[in-house]
C-alpha cells in the first residue's frame, strides 16, 4: 500500500538556522507529492507540491524537489524565523486519496 | 478568503454518548473529506463525498461512525457511541473536484472521550 515516512522530531534550531527534513514514500504508479503545515490551534495549510518527478515545489522560502530514483521528498529551508514554528507533514496523493506522514515538530527559537 | 468552518471546535464527552461534527466547505466545493488525527500522527482519511454520495469510506468504522451530506454542501459525522479510542482531530477539508490536488482544511474539532 501506499506510506510515508518522515524524519521524527521534535526539531529545534535557532533563527536563521537551515532546516531539512527528510520524507521518503511507498506509493504504487505516479504519486503527486505534498508538504502541508500545521500551526499551532489551526487546521493544515498546503505549503508546497510537485506532481511528477523532478519537479521542485516553492513556496514562503521552503522548498522540495521530488525524486523518483529515491522516493523522497525532502523539505529545506535556508534561514527558519521564529514564525516558521509548526507541525510539518508530508503526504503523497494517488487514487484521489491523499495518504500523510505522522508529522514532525519544528520549533524555531530567537 | 473563503474557509472550511467546522463545530464544535471542542468537545468532551463520556464514553457510550452519541457526539456530531458539523462541517460547511468552501462554497461551490463539490467534494468533502473527513479525517481523524491522532495525537502525534498524521490525519487519515475517514470518509470522502463527491456532491451528495459516498466514494470511499474503506476506513470508516461504520459499526459506530455515520456520515451524511445530504444536499451536497454541509455535513455532519456521527458517533454512537463514543469510545475512548476514539478521542482525536476530527479534521474537514473540501476541494472544488476530486481530481484537484489541493484540499482546504478547516480547523478541526477536537473531541475528548472520558
Known amino acids: 500500500g501506499n506510506s510515508v515516512t518522515q524524519m521524527e522530531g521534535p526539531v529545534t534550531l535557532s533563527e536563521e538556522a537551515f532546516l531539512t527534513i527528510n520524507c521518503t514514500y511507498t506509493?504504487?504508479?505516479?504519486?503527486?507529492l505534498f508538504w502541508y503545515v500545521q500551526y499551532p490551534g489551526e487546521g493544515l495549510q498546503l505549503l508546497l507540491k510537485a506532481t511528477k518527478a523532478d519537479d521542485k515545489g516553492s513556496n514562503k522560502g521552503f522548498e522540495a524537489t521530488y525524486r523518483k530514483e529515491t522516493t523522497s521528498f525532502h523539505l529545506e529551508k535556508g534561514s527558519v524565523q521564529v514564525s516558521d514554528s509548526a507541525v510539518y507533514f508530508c503526504a503523497l496523493r494517488t487514487h484521489y486519496k491523499l495518504s500523510f506522514g505522522a508529522g514532525t515538530t519544528v520549533t524555531v527559537r530567537a | 478568503e473563503a474557509e472550511v468552518a467546522q463545530s464544535p471546535r471542542y468537545k468532551i464527552t463520556e464514553k457510550s454518548q452519541a457526539v456530531a461534527f458539523w462541517c460547511d466547505p468552501i462554497s461551490g466545493h463539490a467534494t468533502l473529506y473527513w479525517y481523524r488525527q491522532i495525537l502525534g500522527q498524521g490525519p487519515e482519511l475517514l470518509v470522502q463525498?463527491?456532491?451528495?454520495?459516498?466514494?470511499?469510506d474503506s476506513q470508516l468504522p461504520k459499526d459506530r461512525f455515520s456520515a451524511e451530506r445530504l444536499k451536497g454542501v454541509d455535513s455532519t459525522l456521527k458517533i454512537q457511541p463514543a469510545e475512548l479510542g476514539d478521542s482525536a482531530m476530527y479534521l474537514c477539508?473540501?476541494?472544488?473536484?476530486?481530481?484537484?490536488?489541493?484540499?482546504?482544511f478547516g480547523p478541526g474539532t477536537r473531541l475528548t472521550v472520558l
Open positions: 506509493a504504487t504508479g505516479y504519486p503527486s
Open positions: 477539508a473540501s476541494s472544488s473536484s476530486r481530481e484537484m490536488n489541493e484540499q482546504f
Open positions: 463525498f463527491q456532491d451528495e454520495s459516498v466514494v470511499d
